[in-house]
């Protein structure tokens, strides 16, 4: 089936810990995004990506960095530099029709990381 | 800052009844306005969009109403069923790639 795998699902740190989260995409899809949800924020975009070895920042991409080598995968790396990282991130892909956003994302279950 | 406000933060409307959410945003280069739904634990997924020169788009039991020059748009949800009880996000999309989602309404329909 395609689709988008997260893994983990859920995932402990301990403070001060890089932690990276893995996002895996077998729809062909061009287009691919990481988003933060907590709980009355909706989902605030941390990083995204239009094609293989490119990316940008979101509107909070500040303590995460992410990488682009393949185009099925997008991992995000979860710094100690991010000073709230208790959340729950989703991942997400789309069909890239050239400069044109359509708004159909494609979402994993996401990963819930925990800071002890 | 949310470039889209999304209202109620909840709601609780019985089987049978009419579920209203509402959006307003300020942005217009905005030009595309999709509904997720999302149970616990999943991701969200697309319920339906609507393009601003459309005023109303029905699928089923929801219906988009847009108005282009109040920078509004809401989703009904009619003959709420207990199935629909789950979270809602709306969202704006321009040609930049960056959907801005709304807050999210969690709606609960009792049997």
């Known amino acids: 089936d395609g689709g988008i795998t997260q893994s983990p699902k859920y995932l402990f740190r301990k403070e001060g810990q890089n932690v990276t989260l893995s996002c895996e995409q077998n729809?062909?899809?061009?287009?691919m995004y990481w988003y933060r949800q907590d709980p009355g924020q909706g989902l605030r975009l941390i990083y995204y990506s239009q094609i293989v070895n490119d990316f940008q920042k979101g509107d909070i991409a500040e303590g995460y960095s992410v990488s682009r080598e393949k185009k099925e995968s997008f991992p995000l790396t979860v710094t100690s530099a991010q000073k709230n990282p208790t959340a729950f991130y989703l991942c997400?892909?789309?069909?890239?029709?050239?400069?044109?956003?359509?708004?159909?994302?494609?979402f994993g279950e996401g990963s819930r990381l925990t800071v002890l | 800052q949310q470039q889209v406000k999304q209202s109620p933060q909840s709601l609780i409307v019985q089987k049978g009844g009419i579920s209203i959410i509402n959006c307003a945003y300020e942005?217009?280069?905005?030009?595309?306005f999709p509904w997720y739904q999302q149970f616990p634990g999943k991701g969200p997924a697309l319920l339906i969009a609507i393009r601003p020169d459309v005023s109303e788009k029905k699928e089923g039991r929801f219906t988009i109403s847009f108005n282009k020059s109040a920078k509004q748009f809401s989703l009904h949800i009619m003959d709420s069923q207990p199935g629909d009880s789950a979270t809602y996000f709306c969202?704006?999309?321009?040609?930049?790639?960056?959907?801005?989602f709304g807050a999210g309404t969690t709606v609960t329909v009792r049997a």
């Open positions: 729809l062909n899809h061009d287009a």
């Open positions: 997400a892909s789309s069909i890239s029709t050239g400069t044109r956003n359509t708004g159909e994302l494609f």
């Open positions: 969202a704006a999309a321009s040609n930049d790639y960056k959907l801005s």
């Open positions: 942005n217009t280069a905005f030009d595309y």
